[in-house]
């Protein structure tokens, strides 16, 4: 298999490890939350926040979240009986998505200057 082939399966890898990701922000009502949460100036918002700011409702709202949570894009913390939701700046699926997109980057700089290698038969 030539050196081609190698880095594609390997993105294509690294794309499967993310999927989720991708998934989880494909929708538009969770890129609404998404963004309602980065926007907020306090950390941390409860549903009835969130679904104000959205006009969702409070079950769309706890089922995006909880997709968006799952996907490793937010986090959770209690205090009592209250669950405040906030974007996890932490997590490990930022930096991943970053070392992913710059391989695509690497890839597709490499074509470019090899004339398209990405073609070729195997």
């Known amino acids: ?10 993105l294509a890898a690294e794309f499967k490890t993310y999927r989720k990701v991708f998934v989880s922000l494909g929708d538009e009502s969770r890129q ?5 949460l980065l926007e907020n ?3 941390g918002m409860r549903v009835p926040e969130i679904t104000k700011r ?3 409702s409070r079950p769309a709202v706890s089922h995006h979240l909880q997709i968006l949570k799952d996907a ?15 974007v996890d700046a932490d997590k490990g699926c930022w930096h ?13 700089r490499s074509a470019n200057q090899n004339g398209y290698p990405y073609f070729e038969e195997e």
């Open 96 to 108: 991943g998505l970053k070392e992913m997109i710059n391989h695509a980057d690497e890839i597709v």
């Open 1 to 10: 298999m030539n050196e081609c082939a190698k880095q594609r399966k390997l």
């Open 72 to 86: 490793g894009l937010i986090n959770m913390h209690r205090i009592g009986t209250m669950n405040y939701y906030y």
């Open 54 to 56: 959205t006009h969702l």
């Open 41 to 43: 100036d306090s950390i």
């Open 32 to 36: 609404q939350i998404f963004i309602t």
